[in-house]
């Protein structure tokens, strides 16, 4: 099968994250040809069985690269919170004109800069595996299963779930620290608790059956100011409570 | 007539470069950074100082640890915090890993492909299946320390203002201790192999890195010691390209490798002093292209680091015990070297929040350096080689710096 990676703006983390399945990236090679991945290869692709799509779309050139992927992709995965949610860039909220203005000067937008958006609101996906970054277990999965025409698993538990497992201490409970974990989408094994640091909610919002109002009024009985609290709640993805 | 070059391959994040011919000569390069913008200073502003460190991290993926430690650095700054011995150790060495894992990514899955004339490692593997098994052990261990130090390969958010979430334990110690030796041998090979390395991308004649070797107080160069980046260091806007322009005295200038060990070899570890040493009289010359020799050169120095570090704390001990941080007020720069170069995140706290941020990545600071350098290329070959040719070596010209893109395209009018 084809595969072929395209970075709009981000971090590089998304694209990086795949070759860090060191060995096992040999594994995904015995279904999988690259090609196109600009990160790794200096060959460039036509048609793709599946496309990966990292990053915000931030610029026309963004955008084009993006319908270019769509349409030249069979199954298109969304990877990583910028693609499934925005994340980090996209959470400044001004005009796009303020923000040019107060990073470029008074130079217009020469570049074509769009709003930092997710892919999703532009094309739709056939899969979307959030994260900052995403666990590469998750994706490595993922490929697999499409290879052997399964549908790839989605999580659909909070990051407490996974806490809980590994048996960490609390530290929304025991330590007062702001933790998104009850509401946050799980997959990451609960990285920052493990660290002793309450979750970022760098996977998004949980969907379905979720309590963000509960966890809200959680933070100010432990005597966060209500602008800072929905300000972690907008860092990632822009969540209402 | 202008030929632009498609997106650069094998580098991270979204360039191209246009060449400027005028009556059959090549007027002027430019490179256009074409990577969206990201607004990260913006992003910072009102944000209480303890959240900000991870969100900066944020800005690049294969060198978080980086921007983590210099986000910190200049907290604890403005904040007037003290942390001990240990704390800073264990920081460098979460640093050093950082430099494994990105030179060997680069030397290894972006550079080596060039040298065997291959288009990327996974091809390149079919034949010299040993070269790009060991610079993924290389790469691998890089993060292992990663995943330790920050608390993830990516994005870790366990470098905190005062110290860390969680401490590693003395048996993680003693297995860095003892891979960093292993792999010593691997490291050394590379520089034997990127030792043969073409001289190409011009010559650069100005200098900058921080004053220690991965961290500092303030910056040097090969004209002056001891200054700060807003007492020389000029940035500007492009109407070309998402990233700004900087320049040191007006000129462009180098970050990176190579400026390290010409400005700082005599804190080189004994093996890899050996190898500047042996190697000296070509890195002195300046070419671009050796910072790819340097980059071997410091794989070496960092497996050796990184176990001397990890020596002094198994027989010093320490207390995993952090410095309390009070929210107030005040200004500080944390001065550090990402694996491509001189990083600075310059803050100004009021009530605990940040309310200035000036952040300039390595790939800024290079950003005129490699304009000059595809210009000289580019002078170079047109006319005297096909043009793909030229091409070609425009892109491994880029390659050589080893380029951050992402890092580059977020910055804040001061």
Redesign the interface.
């Known amino acids: 099968m084809k595969l072929g990676v395209f970075?709009?703006?981000?971090?590089?983390?998304?694209a990086?994250?795949f070759?860090?399945l060191?060995?096992r990236l040999f594994d995904v090679?015995e279904f999988y040809e690259?090609e196109e991945f600009?990160?790794?290869?200096?060959?460039e692709g036509r048609h793709f069985d599946v496309g990966l799509v990292t990053g915000?779309v931030?610029?026309h050139?963004?955008l084009e690269v993006l319908r270019e992927a769509r349409n030249r992709s069979d199954y298109l995965i969304a990877l990583g919170t910028c693609a499934t949610h925005g994340?980090?860039?996209a959470?400044?909220e001004?005009p796009l004109k303020e923000?040019?203005k107060?990073?470029?000067?008074d130079?217009g937008n020469?570049?074509r800069?769009?709003d930092?958006k997710p892919i999703v609101e532009y094309v739709t996906v056939d899969l979307a595996i959030p994260g900052?970054?995403y666990d590469k277990n998750e994706l490595f999965q993922a490929l697999i299963d499409i290879a052997k025409g399964i549908e790839p698993v989605r999580p659909d538990y909070p990051v407490c779930l996974e806490c809980k497992l590994n048996e960490y201490e609390c530290v929304l409970v025991k330590k007062g620290l702001p933790c998104l974990g009850p509401i946050t989408l799980g997959g990451c094994n609960a990285?920052?608790p493990?660290?002793?640091?309450g979750c970022?909610g760098?996977r998004g919002p949980l969907p379905g059956e979720v309590n963000p109002a509960g966890e809200f009024e959680v933070l100010k009985g432990l005597g966060y100011d209500e602008e800072?609290i929905m300000?972690?709640f907008k860092?990632f993805a822009r969540w209402e409570p | 007539m202008i030929i632009e070059t498609r997106?650069?391959?094998?580098?991270?994040?979204?360039g191209k470069a246009e060449i400027v011919i005028e009556g059959n000569e090549v007027k002027d390069v430019r490179v256009k950074i074409?990577?969206?913008?990201?607004?990260?200073?913006?992003?910072t502003l009102g944000?209480?100082f303890w959240?900000v460190p991870?969100?900066e991290a944020?800005?690049?993926?294969?060198c978080?640890l980086s921007h983590s430690v210099a986000s910190v650095l200049a907290i604890e700054r403005a904040l007037g915090v003290e942390v001990p011995e240990e704390t800073r150790l264990l920081r460098e060495l979460g640093l050093i890993g950082e430099l494994i894992e990105s030179h060997a990514?680069h030397l290894y899955?972006?550079v080596a492909?060039d040298l065997f004339g291959y288009?990327?490692?996974?091809?390149l593997a079919t034949k010299h299946g040993e070269l790009v098994k060991e610079g993924?052990a290389l790469?691998?261990f890089g993060?292992r320390i990663r995943d330790l130090i920050g608390?993830?390969?990516?994005?870790?958010?366990?470098v905190?203002p005062g110290g860390?979430?969680?401490w590693p334990g003395r048996e993680e110690l003693e297995a860095i201790e003892r891979e960093a030796k292993a792999l010593l041998t691997v490291a050394k090979r590379a520089v034997r192999l990127f030792s043969g390395i073409g001289e190409y991308g011009g010559r650069a004649e100005l200098f900058v890195a921080t004053d220690g070797y991965l961290t500092g107080d303030s910056l040097v160069s090969n004209v002056e010691r001891n200054f700060h980046y807003f007492e020389r260091i000029e940035e500007r806007?492009l109407?070309?390209?998402?990233a700004?322009q900087s320049l040191y005295n007006g000129k462009p200038f180098l970050v990176g490798s190579l400026a390290r060990l010409l400005l700082k070899a005599e804190s080189l570890t004994p093996t890899a002093k050996r190898l500047f040493e042996e190697n000296r009289g070509r890195l002195e010359a300046g070419w671009v292209s050796y910072n790819n020799l340097a980059q071997a050169i410091e794989l070496v120095y960092a497996l050796e680091r990184a176990g001397e570090i990890a020596k002094t704390l198994l027989d010093k001990g320490f207390e995993p015990e952090n410095v309390p941080v009070e929210a107030g007020d005040g200004e500080g720069i944390g001065y550090v070297e990402a694996p491509r170069g001189v990083l600075v995140h310059h803050y100004r706290i009021a009530g605990g929040k940040i309310e200035y941020s000036n952040i300039i990545t390595p790939t800024a600071f290079n950003h005129a350096m490699m304009e000059g350098a595809l210009l000289w290329e580019a002078r170079n070959l047109y006319g005297n080689a096909p043009e793909d040719e030229l091409l070609r070596r425009l892109?491994e010209t880029v390659r050589a710096f080893d380029p951050?893109i992402?890092?580059s395209?977020?910055?804040?009018?001061g």
């Open positions: 970075e709009l703006t981000d971090c590089g983390g998304c990086l994250n070759l860090f060191y060995e090679l690259i600009h990160m790794t290869t200096s060959l915000t931030s610029s050139r963004d994340c980090l860039q959470s400044v001004l923000k040019l107060a990073v470029y000067g130079e020469p570049m800069a769009l930092p900052c970054p990285a920052c493990r660290s002793g640091l970022i760098c800072y300000r972690k860092t | 997106e650069f391959t094998r580098v991270e994040g979204n074409v990577e969206g913008p990201r607004f990260f200073e913006l992003l944000r209480d959240d991870d969100l944020r800005i690049c993926a294969i978080y990514l899955l972006l492909p288009p990327d490692a996974i091809r993924i790469k691998a993060n608390g993830r390969e990516i994005h870790g958010i366990n905190k860390f979430g969680r806007p109407v070309y390209s998402f700004k892109e951050c992402s890092c395209v977020h910055f804040v009018r």
